[in-house]
């Protein structure tokens, strides 16, 4: 059973909360702000205040979800970028082994008189191919010109021939070799296209 003391609490703390419920039911828009010593504060919020306030955090939300797209986009730019280094590392030492592999071909298409002299060009034919099958491994690949169609993305046409046995736009002669590194043209092929 209860003492008068604890019965004067508790009708005292249950005095209070009705208090407080009526001053919060008195006006929506005022906050109680409780101090240390249990002093209640009433501030008054204006609805255009709790407005403008939505619209700011508003704001922020759209500055925050387009600066975490922002962030998004840049990961997603590097990590093409480290792809696209990884894919095309070789290509500046490619491109200049190019015109090593045009020597070569001219060099083995020199017709061989002596005996030394062809034994000279099988050892280069040795060493040609072992380029060439070395640069495939790294993604070189010639360009098929001869008797295609031609494609100005893969081909450059630098002479017009009339060939009656084939339709126009075939090309008929490759005049020099061009070569691709994976999907990109590192240098065209210079053909000959039939009128």
């Given at each position: 059973m209860k003492n008068n003391e604890e019965?004067?609490?508790?009708?005292?703390?249950?005095?209070?909360?009705?208090?407080?419920?009526?001053?919060?039911?008195?006006?929506?828009?005022?906050?109680?702000?409780?101090?240390?010593?249990?002093?209640?504060?009433?501030?008054?919020?204006?609805?255009?205040?709790?407005?403008?306030?939505?619209?700011?955090?508003?704001e922020e939300k759209n500055k925050y979800l387009r600066l975490l797209a922002d962030y998004d986009n840049y990961k997603r730019r590097a990590t093409l970028d480290k792809e696209a280094l990884r894919k095309y590392q070789s290509q500046n030492v490619l491109t200049n082994l190019i015109p090593v592999l045009d020597n070569f071909s001219r060099a083995i298409a020199v017709e061989a008189k002596s005996d030394e002299a062809r034994s000279m060009m099988e050892g280069m034919d040795m060493i040609y191919r072992s380029l060439v099958d070395a640069l495939k491994s790294e993604g070189l690949v010639e360009?098929?010109?001869?008797?295609?169609?031609?494609?100005?993305?893969?081909?450059?046409?630098?002479?017009?021939?009339?060939?009656?046995?084939?339709?126009?736009?075939?090309?008929?002669?490759?005049?020099?070799?061009?070569?691709?590194?994976?999907?990109?043209?590192?240098?065209?092929?210079?053909?000959?296209?039939?009128?």
């Open positions: 019965e004067f609490d508790d009708v005292l703390v249950t005095e209070q909360d009705e208090n407080n419920k009526e001053a919060i039911d008195e006006n929506e828009n005022d906050v109680e702000v409780v101090n240390e010593n249990e002093e209640v504060e009433i501030l008054e919020v204006e609805p255009d205040e709790i407005e403008q306030l939505k619209e700011q955090i508003e360009i098929a010109a001869l008797d295609k169609e031609f494609d100005p993305n893969y081909h450059q046409a630098i002479m017009t021939g009339n060939d009656e046995d084939k339709p126009s736009g075939i090309v008929l002669e490759e005049l020099q070799k061009g070569y691709i590194l994976k999907d990109r043209v590192l240098r065209p092929s210079m053909v000959k296209v039939n009128e």
